[in-house]
């Protein structure tokens, strides 16, 4: 089956950190671009940051640039994105999706940013 599996997410303090990791499983990330999404509550989903299929040309949303890194690494499989000095706002579920080929989206992890 092919899928993306996020995880890592959870609660973390204000200023905090955290990582959370997309899986693919059943399909190689090499020929795809990878994006970030987020969605709070009551709100639309928005694209957060992007890598491309080189993992060397990035994009971050002006909310996160500067606080967040996102990554690949295709030997595992798998892009993170490592979030730091993390705010009350950042609350959201967070999806990955891989787009190339084939457009694949994950089911999301949920991060709460609160004291």
């Known amino acids: 089956q092919k899928q993306l599996v996020e995880s890592g997410g959870g609660l973390v303090q204000p200023g905090g950190s955290l990582s959370v990791s997309c899986e693919a499983s059943?399909?190689?990330?090499?020929?795809?671009?990878i994006g970030w999404f987020r969605q709070a509550p009551g709100k639309e989903r928005v694209g957060i940051s992007c890598v491309a299929i080189d993992g060397e040309s990035t994009h971050y949303a002006d909310s996160v640039k500067g606080r967040f890194t996102i990554s690949r690494d295709d030997a595992k499989n798998t892009v993170y994105l490592q979030m730091n000095r993390l705010k009350p706002e950042d609350t959201a579920v967070y999806y990955c999706n891989a787009w190339g080929p084939s457009d694949y989206w994950g089911r999301g992890t949920q991060v709460t940013v609160s004291s």
């Open positions: 059943g399909f190689s990330l090499d020929y795809y671009a």
